[in-house]
């Protein structure tokens, strides 16, 4: 069955570490990837996606994600966390019928002073 | 980039009584939006794929009689909860995809907060 996975529910960190945000999915064929922000009460923004080409995929503010076709894995990684970045982190897997996508559960991530 | 807005994005209303949230593609035309249900602390929840010019495409256990979803221009989508209940109290969120393309990334709007008193 198609499905994404985010095993992480909740990370904290302190600020200036690194972060690495884990992601698989299950799908049957090549898919499209996105990493989405969501700041409490507020939508979803895109940090990053990967279609195809180049597996390290930069997206805006300091972030990157590493497609691995053979792990089934597209995990997020920042190398010096801010503590703006505390936020819900969604991996997304698609296209879906309707063209939609599907969300993986969400990481919540905290960052210590 | 494409920008999505949602209105109104906070909503209070009375047991029984119908709310409606708009959706508007402001910089780009959408053949396809999608509405979405968001529980605290959860993750989205795809309700219908709000398609302009015909019926929405409504997912399984979503009641297409309380969630009406209308997709009159290329540029809004509606979403009415009819004789809404406490229950129906969550984060609504749509997103929509530029133009035709049926892949790709989707554009999201800023969310609407419905409470049910």
């Known amino acids: 069955a198609q499905s994404v996975t985010q095993p992480d529910i909740h990370i904290t960190v302190s600020e200036g570490a690194s972060l690495e945000l884990r992601c698989n999915y299950s799908y049957g064929a090549t898919p499209y990837l996105f990493w989405y922000v969501q700041s409490p009460g507020q939508g979803l923004q895109l940090l990053l996606k990967y279609f195809s080409g180049d597996t390290l995929v930069q997206g805006i503010k300091g972030f990157e994600a590493e497609f691995k076709r053979s792990q089934s894995s597209f995990n997020l990684r920042k190398p010096s966390v801010h503590w703006s970045d505390a936020a819900e982190y969604f991996c997304?897997?698609?296209?879906?019928?309707?063209?939609?996508?599907?969300f993986g559960a969400g990481t919540r991530l905290t960052v210590k002073p | 980039g494409a920008v999505v807005s949602q209105h109104p994005s906070w909503v209070i209303c009375k047991s029984g009584t119908s709310v409606k949230i708009e959706c508007r593609s402001l910089?780009?035309?959408?053949?396809?939006m999608f509405w979405y249900r968001q529980f605290p602390k959860q993750s989205l929840m795809l309700m219908a794929t709000?398609?302009?010019?015909?019926?929405?495409?409504?997912e399984q256990g979503v009641e297409k009689d309380k969630f009406l979803i209308n997709h009159a221009s290329l540029t809004l989508s509606t979403l009415t909860v009819t004789s809404a209940h406490p229950e129906d109290s969550s984060f609504y969120i749509c997103?929509?995809?530029?133009?035709?393309?049926?892949?790709?990334?989707?554009?999201f709007g800023e969310g609407s907060r419905l409470t049910v008193l």
């Open positions: 709000s398609n302009e010019g015909s019926k929405a495409t409504y």
């Open positions: 910089d780009f035309q959408a053949t396809t």
């Open positions: 997304a897997v698609g296209p879906y019928n309707n063209n939609d996508m599907r």
């Open positions: 997103s929509a995809r530029p133009g035709k393309r049926t892949s790709g990334e989707l554009f």
